[in-house]
DNA sequence: TATAGTCCGGAAATCGATTTCCCGCAAGTC
DNA sequence: GACTTGCGGGAAATCGATTTCCGGACTATA
């Protein structure tokens, strides 16, 4: 499509440049990059000249030289925790995808929770001149992002504000989703639910489990405290977890876990102990990754919508190109939601207690312990 | 570290140009530039000087510039197929690892089986002036590709040519790991082995299923043809082969998968249906992503390395700049081989018969049907 | 009709590097 | 001692756009 014949000789998109257009419309350099840009008013007539001839040679500006004299290099930065927790290659290819539509590219980053890795992507991110980068690895370690504070760099981040001129937060709000996991548990019948934390230094983390107790407090579930295990936001995390809550008496019955990697882990130490789920207990996750709709049994889970979560940060980062007074610090609402699979069920006791309720379910391994 | 005070007034690394450096140095910006590059000979203590001043000012050459006259952009495609097959984000952070210690980003696309989307984001990779493209989307869509080819575009793709001057083939050395795995089960003493195939017009598929086969024929498991079964290569295809087995009589004892997405779904099939993996029914994926260890049971399968893999493309990307003649149409070989974990064991007769051997594994559900 | 105000579009400066061209100096050769 | 050769490094052209500046034409107003 691009490559066309011209005066005889092949002519590669790349190969063309301003002033061929411009000759081969009849007009100066600058009318064309006026006309490419909308820029203010170019008499119809020619314009459609231009266009004519772009469309004939396969035009298509050079990003270089663009960026070089405006100082805008149309690339965005998208720093990721770990890639091999599926919520993030979604939320990857949401931004692209958002950032695509507006002309920008997007360079990804994996810090792996290593100090050393974000340092390197983020000095890589300031030498390509990026426009504006969007942090999105739940935590708050600070010093990370000192480099792009100091080059002015405007920044979206999750949960905790960067202390920075042009910043805005991300405001998730956990305890939406969260409020609607524990009403699900009470109204199956759970009364003494267990809630798997991640480390608990971070401040989203503290604030997924303060919405656990207190949705659990609301709901006057227990009059004791609700019990918690501070784990890592790992599969690892999620078995302690898990062999945590088998060892306390009474033992809960069910589990909400602060993210689906961990209800994973939970998911796995249930079958290998042989207790039943969800008829021996109910697990919930968070996120809502791909794979809680795969895993044995599909996982109930919070739905942190990673699409949401994309526009957010890309219309965050719009908001800090357009506002003049870096003043105006107002965060950005995200919401969470329940998602219903088949990860819960009515405790046992309840569930023989209560009259058993038509479940569209599909046939499950016989319970084997009591 | 970066941004330094200087004569009084903060410098900031992107606001600090080749001619200051010079200046600094008491030496011409051509200076500056041959020493940044290595370029021929310059003086020691002229060189040092140099980079006392990169150093003093918090130089970084600003990449727009430099593209734009050298001419190279240094960024690279990278297409997959699909984000949410935990393969490919591994993949990424992979080849963008190799890449980034060679100074080149990445632009990373991934097509979603999308014919629209892939066609898209060439154009993007086109315009955005890339050195090099690596196409693992495991697809022999071809025009795809034709874009890329037109601009002469270096090209990797995997087991199957484009057919263009600048490209070479990355060949996956599929029966290497699928005889292990083959003569694996039959080490267990499996004489009857179903095998899941992806889609049948792609290369890929075809060679993983004739090495499939022609491992079964090999070892002289049965006398008839092995069950093949084609499907998608997704979870969905996965569930669809899992219940094709289990109707045939006789029953294979094991399924061998294309890949590990279908082993998943072939695990919740039996999970469905109580049928016990690995004492009722063994299974092995393919591609080793890192859901397999996490799964139930974790999953034996063909590791198929995303390191290698990646690495591969970066040096073949590297050969086709380098390499003067377009005739050298080498390709680059990778290996397969087989993770044994817990989803394989002997078939239930040939257990009885034999003496059990011990085996470390944790306590399982107790096997439902017969 | 004269003058001011608008609007359009061309000429040229600019962004920040790389790279070519060329000159001067020092070392080597006869 | 004169001439060649080689090498280090500065001046200036170059990449391909955007953007400023400015002049000419056209319209509106007195």
Redesign the interface.
Known sequence: ???QVLNGKKT???GVDIIQVAQCAGVSPATVSRVTNGRSTVAKHLAKKVWRAIEELGY?P????R??VSGR?RVLGLLVSE??N?F???L??NF?DVA?KHDF?V????TNYNRERAK?FIR?L????VEGVAVMTFRAESHFLD?LI???IPLVTIDVSADAARSLVLEVDYAQGIDEAVQHLALLGHRWIGFASGPMPHLTNVRRKDAFVRAAKRIGLAAEKAPVFVGDHT?EGGTQAALYFLGLKPRPTAIVCSNDMMA??V??VM????IQVPRDMSVIGFDDI??AE????PLTTVRMSRQELAKAAFHGLQQLWTEKSPGSRNAIHVGTRLVVRQSTDSPREAAEALPRKPRVR?????P?LA
Chains 1, 2 share one sequence.
């Open positions: 499509m691009t490559a590669r998109g790349s298509t050079n990003p270089q030289a960026a070089l290099s890639i091999t599926p993030f290659p979604e990857m290819q692209e695509g590219e360079m990804v980053g994996s390197i890589r300031v030498q390509r001149r480099e100091a080059e002015n599969f994973v882990g998911l796995r079958a290998e102990r042989g791909h794979l795969f895993i044995n049994p599909k046939a499950r391994m016989r084997v």
